[in-house]
T-cell receptor, first 115, second 115 residues
Framework: KQEVTQIPAALSVPEGENLVLNCSFTDSAIYNLQWFRQDPGKGLTSLLL?????REQTSGRLNASLDKSSGRSTLYIAASQPGDSATYLCAGANAGGTSYGKLTFGQGTILTVHP | NAGVTQTPKFQVLKTGQSMTLQCAQDMNHEYMSWYRQDPGMGLRLIHYSVGAGITDQGEVPNGYNVSRSTTEDFPLRLLSAAPSQTSVYFC??????????????FGQGTRLTVV
């Protein structure tokens, strides 16, 4: 059974700082990993999707990497802004059988960027 | 660009009442799923569907029913509401190709309180 862990649970940084959010998973038979952002009382917004054949994806100030062999993914946020404050969730999807299409979520990292 | 639409956004039920949470997507995605989000528990899969007429149970299916008569719609029915079903419910959809899913899109959620 896939298990996903996110560290740290909460992070507070000053504006402008570069930061890294960590996500680890137990089953290396993962075929994609997705990072989401959730604002209080809102739904999940997809940030980046990394397929198992890829090592990283970039969108603007965000860069996500995937290392299947070590069971880890990181989300790098460059030059953080107060508007980046939110909960960040990672979710892994496994291939085939009874795992088909199911996303296993981490508990999330609550990020606060203060001016 | 409607994406995934959930209704209602908020609902209060009395114990024992039944109701249906609606979910519709306009992206022609085969794969749809329902999650519930609870403090300290993260997001957990309730039911999912790989296409019209095909549904299956997720991690926490008890007390919920689903059906998928069309590609667009995937309603979640609470048969006899219990306080333990107080939660935020999210519907998600994704494109499926050769048994592997691409980016998942989530609705804005339904906040349900059972009293």
């Amino acid at each position: 059974k896939q298990e996903v862990t996110q560290i740290p649970a909460a992070l507070s940084v000053p504006e402008g700082e570069n930061l890294v959010l960590n996500c680890s998973f137990t089953d290396s038979a993962i075929y994609n990993l997705q990072w989401f952002r959730q604002d209080p009382g809102k739904g999940l917004t997809s940030l980046l999707l990394i397929q198992s054949s890829q090592r990283e994806q970039t969108s603007g100030r965000l860069n996500a990497s995937l290392d299947k062999s070590s069971g880890r993914s990181t989300l790098y946020i460059a030059a953080s802004q107060p508007g980046d404050s939110a909960t960040y969730l990672c979710a892994g999807a496994n291939a085939g059988g009874t795992s088909y299409g199911k996303l296993t979520f981490g508990q999330g990292t609550i990020l606060t960027v203060h001016p | 660009n409607a994406g995934v639409t959930q209704t209602p956004k908020f609902q209060v039920l009395k114990t024992g009442q039944s109701m249906t949470l609606q979910c519709a997507q306009d992206m022609n995605h085969e794969y749809m799923s329902w999650y519930r989000q609870d403090p300290g528990m993260g997001l957990r899969l309730i039911h999912y569907s790989v296409g019209a007429g095909i549904t299956d149970q997720g991690e926490v299916p008890n007390g919920y029913n689903v059906s998928r008569s069309t590609t667009e719609d995937f309603p979640l029915r609470l048969l006899s509401a219990a306080p333990s079903q107080t939660s935020v419910y999210f519907c998600a959809s994704s494109y499926s190709s050769w048994g592997q899913n691409t980016e998942a899109f989530f609705g804005q959620g339904t906040r349900l309180t059972v009293v």
